[in-house]
């Protein structure tokens, strides 16, 4: 795992506070998740609460699959890129050259790239959707 820092980024907070909000929001009990991820949910409470060290990164790769998202989303967030992530080391180093006002705007197609891929899906869901319930309704009428 190769690690990148920022001295003014505070990677241990950070990461607790994405982690805390990802628990908040899934669908699954602290439990289950930490039960899952492999680990005692009291671990995984004292890492929430600030009275543990961060886990290895093996660890936060269970709990990540435990969150059903990518394990990069949270090992980013103190600062490691996985070692079969070339594509997100060479992004960094481009990004290394940019101004500050280019990340964000690089930031920001990215962000819209996804909600437009998001919003595709949704649409395209939708039209299967209406297209099978057409289907039923020809199939219940002998056409």
Known sequence: M???FDEDYDYSRKFIDRLKFLVS?????????????????SALSRILNHKQSL???EVITEIAKAL???????????????????DLRKLLVVASQLSTTDIYMLRDYAETML?????????DSMKANAESIEEGKDEEHGE
């Open 2 to 4: 190769e690690l990148f």
């Open 25 to 41: 929001t899934h669908h699954k009990s602290l439990r289950k998740i930490a039960t899952e991820a492999g680990i005692e949910p």
């Open 55 to 57: 886990p290895s990164d």
């Open 68 to 86: 059903e998202i990518k394990p990069e989303a949270l090992l980013i967030e103190i600062g490691h890129i996985p070692e079969d992530r070339n």
């Open 115 to 123: 909600k437009d891929r998001k919003f595709k899906r949704y649409i």
